[in-house]
C-alpha cells in the first residue's frame, strides 16, 4: 500500500479588528469562554491529532497569541509564523514551513465550525484531484452588475467559497512562486493562475467566517448547538 502523504494545515489569522468594531483582533475574540482561534485549531486537531498545524499571525501578534496558550491552558501543538501584508504574502509565509511533498489545507482563522466530515473528504478528494475547495451554493439571487446598471444572472451557475482550500504541497508551492496579482483573493485564484483545475467539494452554511457583529452574534448561537 502507497504511505499516505503528511497532512498540514495552514491556519491564516490576520484580521485586525476593523470591521468587528472592536480593537481586539477578532481570532482573539472569546468565544463560549475562548478565543475563536482555538476553536480553530480544535477542529482540525480533532480531525487528525497528527496534523502539523501552522498558524500565521500579524507580527505584531505573536506573543499576545503566546500569552493566550499560556491563559488558556491551550496545549495543542503547532508552529507559528509571521504573516505579510496581504493574505498571498501570508500563506507563501506558512508554506515556508511545510517541508517535502504534503497535502496541505488552507483555512481561515476565523471559521471555526467547519465539520471533520467536510475536512476529511477535502483531504480525500485531494488525493485524488490534487485540489479540493470548499463552497455552497447561495441561497439569494444574483445580479451582475453592468455598463447600464446590472442583470439578472442563474445562481446555479455559481458557488460561494468558502475554506479549507486543500492541495498537494508541491502545488501550492509552485502556485506562490507567481508575482501576486490583485485577482488573487483565494488560494483556488493563485493556483489557477499555474493552470491547475479547481474541484469543489461541498461545504456547510455554518462554517461562516466571523468578521462583523452580526456574524458573532451567529457565531454564539452555533457554538450553544455544539456544545
Not at 51 to 64: A, F, K, N
Not at 104 to 125: C, L, N, Q, S
Request: net charge negative; hydrophobic share 40%.
Amino acid at each position: 500500500m502507497k504511505p499516505s502523504l503528511p497532512q498540514y494545515a495552514i491556519i491564516v489569522a490576520g484580521g485586525t479588528g476593523s470591521r468587528m468594531q472592536r480593537d481586539l483582533p477578532k481570532q482573539f475574540i472569546q468565544l463560549a469562554g475562548k478565543p475563536i482561534l482555538m476553536h480553530t485549531i480544535e477542529r482540525f486537531y480533532a480531525f487528525n491529532p497528527d496534523i502539523r498545524i501552522v498558524v500565521v499571525l500579524p507580527e505584531d501578534q505573536l506573543q499576545v497569541w503566546k500569552e493566550l496558550c499560556k491563559e488558556h491552558g491551550f496545549h495543542i501543538f503547532h508552529l507559528t509564523v509571521a504573516g505579510g501584508s496581504t493574505r498571498f504574502q501570508s500563506v507563501k509565509n506558512g508554506l515556508g514551513l511545510v517541508h517535502g511533498e504534503a497535502v496541505v489545507a488552507v483555512h481561515d482563522g476565523v471559521r471555526p465550525f467547519v465539520t471533520t466530515e467536510i475536512i476529511a473528504e477535502a483531504f480525500e478528494v485531494v488525493g485524488e484531484k490534487g485540489s479540493a475547495v470548499v463552497a455552497v451554493s447561495p441561497k439569494d439571487s444574483i445580479r451582475e452588475l453592468t455598463e447600464e446598471g446590472s442583470r439578472a444572472v442563474p445562481r446555479t451557475r455559481y458557488k460561494l467559497v468558502q475554506t479549507p482550500q486543500c492541495f498537494r504541497a508541491s502545488i501550492l508551492q509552485e502556485a506562490y512562486q507567481q508575482s501576486e496579482q490583485d485577482y488573487f483573493t483565494d488560494d483556488a485564484s493563485v493556483v489557477e493562475g499555474i493552470g491547475m483545475a479547481i474541484t469543489l467539494v461541498e461545504g456547510s452554511y455554518a462554517n461562516i467566517k466571523i468578521t462583523t457583529p452580526e456574524d458573532l452574534l451567529l457565531a454564539e448561537v452555533l457554538m450553544k448547538q455544539t456544545l
